[in-house]
């Protein structure tokens, strides 16, 4: 099996070294390549993403990308930003589902910003369609209008299909997990919202009966996330809501550091996999962030990707062992930086 690393940029190389360590004491047998990716891409190689890389990815067991962008790259042309390598990996690996698990580990119950009681034993997926909706809809873009005001158009696009396929996905989870579905839309002011609740109950009465479907608003899950999260199990949402719920949801677990994430499409197909957070460019070069959502993502890697449930099992339970021996870094209120905190891991594996 091989695992392809794109370390990225700002914080991405020093979280992805850290899951280079853990891999090769986990699975010393996984052949690891590594290639530039976003900024670091664009400015070896004047692209953020490479035909090279995107042929390399789609061949690969599995890909764990660091995180990408950042103040050096934000005045390139749209289509060369990193953020658009990004979109373009996702696109080209045909990663239509996005799981964002939200876990608070015991021990981190006192770390979020959120009281302990409203937090602790949390377990959400989120479920986040990742090739469609305005993240990719045309037409779009910014236009000069006549009376010298300029004009700037996204366009949310779904089909039934695309709506399908991730529905599945969550449903499957559901049943896996407490077997409820809360799907997530704006079908009170948005076409395709509209779509997107008739499909999820048409799919849901043909297939996932036996699943609890519940429907909510996107603004207002937004809110019942941070009054009450316990009530979610698997939420279901296009991209541009999953986006923004899976950073809240990410502070009920303590920090965006935490949360990782695997991208999935057709069965057999390689996974992509990413901690939510960015490239955070105010802590970039200081070696101090947490490397524990890389390691998650690298855990969820072994289960969805490489075969490996047993060792996924294995350092998840290192991770949340380190965790309860006091292991913090700065976002966590710790001082541990990010080779310590590795290191904490590697030591409960
Ligand atoms: P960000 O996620 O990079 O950072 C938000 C805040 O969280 C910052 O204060 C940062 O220091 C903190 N943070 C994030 N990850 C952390 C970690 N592992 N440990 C400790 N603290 C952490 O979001 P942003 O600042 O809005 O975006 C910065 C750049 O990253 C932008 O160019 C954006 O497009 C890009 N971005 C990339 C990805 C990705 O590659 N998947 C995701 C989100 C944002
Ligand atoms: C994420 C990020 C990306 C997104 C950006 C960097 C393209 O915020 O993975 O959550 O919006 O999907
Ligand atoms: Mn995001």
């Excluded at 396929?165 to 076409?191: I, Q």
């Excluded at 043909?206 to 909510?216: A, G, K």
């Excluded at 339970?317 to 309860?324: C, G, K, N, P």
């Amino acid at each position: 099996m091989s695992l392809l690393l794109l370390p990225g940029d700002g914080i991405g190389p020093e979280v992805t070294a850290e899951v280079r360590r853990v891999a090769e004491r986990l699975t010393p047998d996984l052949v690891i390549e590594e290639r530039p990716f976003g900024g670091a891409s664009f400015d070896a190689l004047g692209t953020p993403l490479s035909d090279e890389t995107l042929s390399l990815a789609k061949a690969s067991g599995a890909v764990l990308m660091g995180a990408v962008g950042g103040p050096k790259w934000a005045g390139a042309p749209r289509h060369l930003r990193p953020e658009a390598g990004l979109l373009a990996l996702r696109a080209g690996m045909a990663v239509f589902a996005n799981l964002r698990p939200a876990l608070c580990f015991p021990a981190l119950a006192d770390a979020s910003t959120l009281k302990r009681e409203v937090v602790e034993g949390l377990d959400i997926m989120i479920v986040r369609e990742l090739t469609g909706g305005v993240y990719f809809g045309q037409p779009r873009g910014i236009e000069a209008l006549a009376d010298g005001q300029k004009r700037g158009v996204d366009t949310q696009v779904y089909t039934t299909s695309e709506i399908e396929r991730v529905s599945r996905v969550a449903f499957d989870l559901a049943r896996g997990r407490r077997n409820k579905v809360t799907s997530c839309e704006k079908s009170n002011v948005m076409e395709t919202g509209l779509l997107w609740r008739e499909v999820v109950t048409a799919l849901h009465a043909r297939q996932f009966s036996d699943v609890r479907l519940e429907h909510m608003l996107a603004d207002n899950a937004a809110m019942q996330l941070v009054k009450n999260p316990r009530q979610f199990d698997v939420i279901l949402t296009d991209n541009l809501f999953g986006d923004l719920l899976s950073d809240e949801a990410a502070q009920l677990t303590g920090s965006l550091g935490m949360l990782p994430s695997a991208a999935i499409g057709a069965a057999g197909s390689p996974g992509l996999y990413e901690p939510i957070h960015g490239s955070a460019p105010d802590i970039a070069g200081q070696g101090v962030a947490n490397p524990l959502a890389a390691i998650l993502s690298f855990a969820m890697a072994l289960r969805w990707s490489l075969a490996a449930p047993e060792l996924a099992d294995r350092l998840t339970a290192a991770v949340e062992t380190a965790l309860t021996r006091g292991a913090r870094t700065r976002d966590l209120g710790g001082t541990l930086g990010t080779a310590a905190m590795a290191d904490a891991v590697l030591a409960a594996l």
